[in-house]
């Protein structure tokens, strides 16, 4: 018999997820404790507890995260009928975890000085030195720093290297996160910025339709146009195992991916849940084809930022 409540270790925040662990809770009784923290505090967290993690389930953040904990075994394979709800690309090839919602990279531009035909069909045509002064990144944001992980994977080291100095050589604009990026666009600081898509909506949704801003997503593929989903695992020796299975089925059911597809903007991962506003549907984009599991080297990534001089 399985005592106590549902142990969820959240690397998402409790205003993201807190309303939705909370209807859980009313729809099955299920008691769940939560501890909320970072998803790579998280992450280091149940390597650290090993198999004594009191943790059910790890709700990460990003697949860096996930796949830190699946690579150490700590995971068990999830059932059949959660991994067929979604898409092989979002979720590990082994079974271990599962995506929830997506996020996309894209390059958000100013529409009073662009339109989409003025820009590059992927990541390289921003080391054209056309772009120089006009560009907007933030390379201390954990998505960019996974987008530059997943340059390392696909196109190795040498390749990204000379990208990041295409890009530096255009001396871009400096911010702290994506949501200033939008905003340095959207006031003309910029001309495109690197984000992930669903940052523009926030300001949509405050500014209304004249917020001169709008989403480009790369058609040539590549890196630049990553989905990084935010996904869950059951570990392996979870002590509330039917618990945790019903809360996987949960969060993919069409209730929950609803509330975060128009509360968050994010991509729905059940594919009977239609994408915010006028979003278009994942299968529609050019993604690149990279097991996220792998997308775990983030020192690496961060070491490469330090020696071409993105980070201090």
Do not use: C
């Amino acid at each position: 018999m399985e005592s106590g409540g549902l142990v969820i270790y959240s690397g998402r925040s409790e205003s993201l997820v807190g309303p939705i662990i909370e209807q859980f809770e009313e729809e099955t009784g299920i008691d769940v404790k939560v501890r909320y923290g970072g998803t790579a505090e998280m992450a280091a967290t149940i390597l650290e507890e090993g198999e004594r993690s009191p943790a059910d389930i790890f709700y990460a953040q990003d697949p860096s995260g996930l796949g830190a904990v699946a690579v150490q075994g700590l995971f068990q394979t999830l059932p059949n009928d959660i991994l067929e709800t979604v898409d092989p690309r979002f979720r590990a090839d082994d079974g271990s975890w599962v995506g929830i919602t997506g996020r996309v990279r894209v390059v958000v531009y100013n529409t009073e000085r662009l339109s989409e035909d003025d820009l590059p069909t992927d990541m390289w045509g921003f080391t054209d030195p056309q772009w120089k002064g006009r560009i907007g990144w933030a390379p201390t944001n954990g998505s960019f720093q996974a987008m530059v992980t997943a340059m390392r994977a696909i196109w190795g080291e040498e390749r990204t290297r000379e990208w990041l100095e295409g890009i530096l050589a255009n001396e871009p604009t400096v911010y702290e996160n994506n949501t200033s990026i939008v905003a340095g666009v959207g006031a003309g600081e910029v001309d495109v910025g690197f984000v992930n898509h669903y940052y523009l909506y926030r300001f949509l949704a405050e500014q209304g339709e004249s917020f001169p801003a709008r989403n480009y997503f790369l058609p040539g593929g590549g890196p630049g146009s990553i989905v990084l989903v935010s996904g869950v695992g059951i570990l392996k020796n979870a002590e509330h195992q039917e618990a945790a299975e019903q809360f996987v089925r949960f969060l993919l059911s069409e209730e929950a991916q609803s509330y975060f597809a128009e509360k968050t903007y994010e991509y729905p991962m059940n594919p009977a849940v239609k994408p915010y506003g006028d979003l278009p549907p994942l299968d529609s984009l050019n993604v690149p084809d990279v097991d996220l599991s792998n997308l775990t080297d983030l020192q690496g990534t961060i070491e490469l930022l330090r020696e071409v001089g993105a980070l201090p």
